[in-house]
Every structure is written in C-alpha cells, then in structure tokens.
C-alpha cells in the first residue's frame, strides 16, 4: 500500500509560510518518495539505483505547484522500468505534474555534454533514497562536466538571460510581475549560482545578498502557489493582498515595495555578473584601451569601467560620489566594484553638503540622459543616493500599483529626469528642467496630497541645495503645475478664452510654460504607453502656443478664433437636413436639434468598440445642431464607418434599441485588464470659474462600456446642451469633461440646478 502525503493539511496550516512551508513539504515530500522508492524496489533491495531529486526539487525550492522533477539513476538493471513505473503511478495518481528521466550515469552525462538543460540539472542534485554512491558519483562527474564546458554554457546562459528578460519583463516595475522568470527574479539567482559554479564571478557579498533577496521572492511564490491552487508564477493584482496578509506585510503596497527593492537588488547583481563573464570572455583584447583615462580628479577609466585611483579620498572629499556619478553618465560605464564598495564605506553617514560645485555636478548626472538611471541605480544599491538626496528615501522601490504607471515612484522620477534630458534644446533653464523633472513627484513618498506636500519638501531641498530663490521659486513651480498642462490639454475646451487665460495667470512667465511643457512630455513618456500620444502631443502643442501668446502680450482671441464651426459644415447646416459623414478619425453629425442627440452618437460610437477623445458641439436659429466627434478604435485600426452610420440613422430615428445593445456588448467584451488595485468612485466637479460662457463639469468614473452614452444621456434629460467635450482614459477610469449651457444658452448657476446634475450624472453610473 502506498503510504499518504496529505498535502492538504500541509498547505492548510496558517502557522507555516513561505520558505517554512517549502522546507516543511519538501521534507514531507522527501519521506514520502523514500517510502515509495522502498516499495517501488522492493523486489531487490534498490540495488544499482538511486532516486534523485533534480531541477528546483534538487534545490530545495519546492512550492506548492511545482514540478517535481526526478531522475532514476540505475547501472543497467534489467527491471528498472517496471521499478521506474511501481514508483511513478503512485505519484501521478496523487495529481502531481512528474518530470521523470530513467538513465544511468553514462546517459546522463552523455546528454549533458551537449543539453544546457540537463546540464544545470545535475549540478543541483540531492540524494532522496537507494545507492547514496551512485548520486554522488554522478554529482561529482557532473559538476567536472559543467566545469570543463564552462565557456560555451556561460555564453548560452548569458544569451538566455537577455533573451528572457526582453519576453518577461521586469519584476520590480511590472503591475503583476513573474517572480519567476523577470528581470529580477528567482530565474536570474539561478543563473547567477550556475555561473558561479563553472567560475568565480560573484564578489564578496554578492552571495549572502542574492540570498536574502531570493527568500523574499520565493516567499511570494509560496503563497502565490498556496491561494491559486494551479501552477503559475505571475503575482496578478487580485492575489497581492492576500499574499500580503500570509506574509505579515502591512497591506499590498507594502508587499510590492518588498518585491521591487528584492527584484532590484537581484537584477542590479546580475547585470554586473553577467557584464564580467562577457568582460571574462572577450579576453584582455576585448578592450579597446589599455591605458587609464583620467575623467575628473581622482576618477579614472580602467578596462572600460570607471575607477577610484590611490589618491582619491572618499572620507575627505565630499565631491567624490558626484564626480564619480558624473564621469559614469558622461563615459556610459559602471563603477568599478571595488571601487564602489570603497566609495560606500568611506563616505561620511551624514547628508552631502551642497556648493556651488555640487549642484553643478548633480545637474551634470541628470542632463547625462539615460545612462543616468544606471548610475542612480548603482549609487541607490549601495546607500549613496540618499547621502546626496535624504529625501529620496520614502520614494524607494514605493510601488504605484495601477497600469497607468509603469514604474516605481524613484524609477519614474529618474526616467522622467532621462527624457528631460533630451528636451533641454527647448528650455532657457536646462539645469532647472532636470532637477525640477527628478523631483516633481517626491510628494509621493509622504502622506497627503503629492502635489501640496511635494512644493514644500522641494521648497526646503532647493533651500538646504544652495539654490537661488527665483530658482527655489522655479523648482516649486514645476512641482506646483506638473499636472496644469496635460490636464487642461486633455480635459478643457481648447477654445475657450477663459480657458487659456486662466492657464496663462496659473503659469505665470514664458520661461515656467518653457519648463512645464519640455515636463509633461518627458512626465508622461515616463508614465507609460497610455500617457502619451500622438492625440496629447498635439493638444499639448496647440495650449503652449495659445498661453505663450498671451503671456508675450497678444490678445487671446487672436488664437481661439469665435467658435464657429468651419465654413464648409456651416454651410451643410443651413440647407437644413440631417447629415452623417465618417472618415479617418472624426464623426460629423448634422441634424435637427433635439434633446439627447449626443448621447445616441455616442451610444452608437460605443457599440462599434470607438472611444471619443473630445467632441464638440453648435447649434444655430434655425434649429439645426452640429456635433464633430474625433474618435479612435479599441480592436481594429481600420473603421467600418459604413456600418457605424447605418446604426447612427437608425438611432436617430429611433429604430436601434441602445440601452440592449449596450448591455449585450458589455457582456461579451468585458473590460478584462486589471488596472488598478481597486476602482474608483464616481465623482463629479463643477467648475464655473475657468469659462467664461460654460459651466465645465468633470466626471471621473470606472471605465465601462457605453460610460459616455449614460452620462450624457443624463445631461439632456436636465435640458442641458454639451458645448464641447473631451473623454480621457487613465488606467481602468474615464474622466470626461464637459462644457455645459442651461436652454438658455447661459451657463449653469442655480445651487440646486448644479446638485441636481451631480445628483443625475451620479445616478447614471
């Protein structure tokens, strides 16, 4: 009878978790095998055969979905497979996923010589039951094999690395990270102790620091595997909290700051192990030099990589660390890690005091571009970026867990810093727009609003920096406006005077628009591929050169114009019938004005998958209403506007049931990204203030299909007509804006009339 594992009771045991669990079934799973080795042989005593544990099993890495892979050593026992199968049935009827192998010890290391697999397999091999000689022979033979054949498995291990990090992606930065196979993650530990084991490529430390940082992310795949039941190592955003909570982590952000500073700290390793062993096997010809090259007092480039010489003084000289930072940007090199370490211990406990020469240095690292963020990285590795900056401390490995944000909030802040970077030909201040692009979201790392909290931290770090007050002052206001530009770009009516004087009273000078412009741009490209586009460049373009006008003195009607519509669809207006007309990426719709005429565009536009980026509205004496929607495609690129005004007739004559329809297509094509950790509440903010002849309501709400058709049908059941529009998405949420006028044509300012449009909009969703 073969004996019970019970696994069930293991993993239902709350008081064993991550690595515990792993080890306490690993051991469990040990016995078990054992006893099923001894039946499986018992016909002959196990003989010429061993049963050994290979792969992560051999490793001691067992989790609660994973493979158990094994391998059947044998000298050529005639009745090995009916032995084989006596202990492989009793594993597979217990539901587990074998990887099995019977061979001897000849065939394995035969399959070895030329399998990368097979090869990495036997050099973590662990002995479970039968001939303990015979697993040590092939333990020993094997890691001869592997030595002798480093070369040729370095360069394929290095080659798959870089190949897996391009398809996974990375652990730290990614909403739902593969703890397994990132950059970042357990695969690449397993990389490194492979390495290790043909040559010495770790430096000291290297190993105890992979080892903590390996038991973090294990840990989560423990969980991970204990919650979902199946196998899989993608940590999805409705399994963080609960693996938060198994792990005794204060909540999910928590968790996944745990994650990134692990996944960090492991792809940071690996990246300079892996750039040894290619340094290793290019040889001493590889480098192009073979002289130092002197970069900065003290700092030198040796074999490619920049280095401390004798005399520098890490103790007594503050303006090391920058200039080592500055002279690693400006060659596109990493720090010598001898070097490194030696910079790390000297280096005074206290925050650096800054000079003249200091900010100098620093805003020469940023305006280096993108090999700034490796050498920020190295510095942050090892406490240094902190002695230069306190404050960058709260936003270290801080997750922003929504699909909005592709980054960490410290690694935003340094691609924000890279892009702008690139952007400084458009700016009277270079040194400003870096310094102001790396530290516009530091009001992240404390609790309130970043924005308000941000102006004050970067008002007392320009203080503490030396910097001049107008350039405090400059700093401040980047921090205070770095959202002004893309949200009136996206969200306001472009067309309203009062729209563009309000933005050019908010920023105050050419210069500040110059900065806040050459931002956003290098803001949103950090953000993710959501924040930028072709559509926002052009907004963004098109509110610059308005507000540049008048803030140099013109006349704000000398940009909006009247409003009018263009002459050629006033002209389709006054003939006085109804005309559709769909092409590229904009709906035109002329018709008989009537209530909801609106929301049956856009119920119609949603039922063919186009999303409205912004809208806008007319109407004339006559009667007659214009709408121009510009659009884009949620599926195909290439829109059916045949199609889309056919439902468009019929809705309008009333002969399309929307609200099913709607219904229908919200059923089959769900929004199925999760982007954030939770959805939104609606809300809804009336705006008075910034037009001058419309009431501006914003709607913020969880995005959903036909979301558009229900607010704006709510809008004109209170007799409201929509002026212009303009719909954003970010993240899983829309935020539509609206200029909207009484039947009057005045703007909206009875109390309990703008409740009630609160109260309908908010009914609507």
């Known amino acids: 009878m073969a004996p019970i594992l019970d696994r069930a009771a293991l993993f239902a045991d709350a008081t064993l978790r991550g690595v515990d669990l792993s080890r306490a079934y690993g051991e469990r799973m040990d016995q078990w095998l054992a006893a099923l080795f001894g039946e499986g042989t018992a016909g002959t005593g196990g003989e010429g055969v061993a049963l050994i544990a290979v792969g992560g099993y051999g490793r001691g890495e067992l989790a609660p979905q994973s493979d158990l892979d094994l391998l059947l050593l044998h000298t050529g026992a005639p009745d090995i497979a009916a032995e084989a199968e006596r202990i492989w049935y009793p ?60 070369r040729r498995w370095l360069e394929e291990i290095s080659a798959r690395v870089a190949e897996r990090h391009q398809q996974a992606g990375e652990v730290a930065f990614l909403l739902e990270p593969d703890i397994k196979e990132g950059r ?108 130092d090259r002197d970069l900065a007092p003290g700092v030198v480039l040796r074999d490619g990589r920049v280095c401390l010489t004798a005399a520098a003084d890490p103790a007594n000289d503050p303006m090391l660390v920058l200039r080592v930072a500055v002279a690693a940007a400006t060659a596109d090199a990493r720090i010598d890690r001898t070097s490194l370490d030696w910079l790390a211990a000297q280096t005074p406990d206290s925050p650096l005091v800054w000079t003249a020469e200091a900010r100098g240095l620093f805003a020469d690292l940023l305006l280096a571009g993108r090999p700034a963020i490796d050498v920020i990285e190295t510095l942050d590795q090892r406490g240094l970026f902190v002695h230069i900056l306190p404050e960058w401390e709260p936003v270290r490995s801080k997750p922003q867990r929504n699909a909005y944000h592709r980054f960490t909030v410290d690694r935003h802040l340094c691609e924000t810093a890279a892009n702008a970077a690139a952007l400084t030909d458009r700016v009277e201040r270079p040194d400003l727009l870096v310094v102001g692009a790396l530290l516009h979201d530091i009001g992240k790392g404390y609790p309130g609003d970043h924005t308000v909290v941000g102006i004050e931290v970067v008002g007392e770090m320009a203080a503490r920096m030396g910097f001049p007050p107008d350039d405090a002052a400059q700093l401040q206001n980047m921090v205070r406006h770095h959202l002004l ?159 889309v005004l056919d439902h468009l007739d019929k809705a309008l004559d009333g002969r399309l049931a929307l609200n099913s329809r709607l219904r229908e297509r919200a059923h089959v094509y769900r929004r199925t990204p999760r982007l954030a950790d939770r959805p939104s509440d609606p809300k809804v903010l009336v705006d008075n203030e910034l037009s001058e002849v419309a009431t501006v309501i914003e709607v913020r709400a969880p995005d959903e299909i036909g979301v558009l058709y229900r607010i704006t049908r709510a809008i004109a059941d209170l007799d409201l007509d929509i002026r212009s529009a303009k719909v954003q998405t970010l993240g899983q949420d829309v935020v539509d804006s609206f200029y909207l006028r009484d039947a009057q044509g005045e703007k909206v300012t009875d109390p309990d009339y703008l409740v009630e449009i609160e109260r309908a909009i908010l009914g609507s969703l």
Request: glycine fraction near 8%; aromatic fraction near 4%; avoid cysteine.
């Open 184 to 291: 970042g993650g357990l695969r690449d530990v397993h990389a490194i102790r492979w390495a290790e084991m043909a040559q010495t490529v770790m430096l000291e430390g290297d190993d105890a620091t992979l080892a903590v940082n390996h038991d973090v992310l294990f840990a989560v795949r423990v969980e991970l595997h204990r919650r979902v039941e199946r196998p899989g190592d993608r940590l999805v955003l409705e399994e963080q909290n609960g693996v938060a909570e198994a792990l005794g982590y204060r909540d999910a952000d928590a968790l996944m700051a745990a994650v990134s500073a692990a996944a960090r700290s492991i792809a940071w390793t690996s990246d300079e192990v892996w750039e040894r062993v290619g340094s290793a096997l290019k040889g001493p010809h590889g480098w192009r030099m073979s002289r």
């Open 91 to 150: 594993i597979w009827d217990e539901g587990l996923k074998l990887g099995h192998s019977v061979r001897t010890a000849k065939e394995a290391l035969t399959l070895a010589a030329n399998d990368l697999d097979t090869a990495t397999s036997l050099v973590a091999i662990r002995h479970l039951a039968g001939d303990l000689s015979l697993t040590e022979d092939l333990a020993e033979r094997g890691l001869a094999l592997w030595r002798k054949r480093a």
């Open 485 to 643: 530009l893309p949200d009136v770009a996206t969200r306001r009516d472009l067309s309203d005077d009062g729209t563009i004087r309000w933005v050019a009273n908010q920023v105050g000078s050419i210069t500040t628009l110059g900065l806040l412009d050459a931002l956003t741009e290098a803001d949103s490209k950090a953000t993710g591929p959501a924040a930028w586009s072709s559509w926002k460049a052009e907004l963004l373009r098109v509110l610059v050169e308005r507000t540049e006008h008048v803030l140099g003195g013109g006349a704000v009607e000398d940009v909006t114009g009247d409003g009018a519509p263009p002459p050629d669809l006033l002209a389709k207006m006054a003939e006085g019938r109804r005309v559709l007309e769909g092409s590229d990426d904009r709906l035109v719709v002329i018709s008989p004005d009537r209530p909801g005429l609106f929301a049956r565009a856009a119920a119609v536009l949603a039922l063919n998958g186009l999303d409205v980026l912004e809208a806008s509205a007319y109407s004339d004496d006559a009667g007659m209403a214009l709408e121009i929607f510009r659009v884009e495609s949620s599926g195909s690129p290439n829109i059916d506007w045949s199609r």
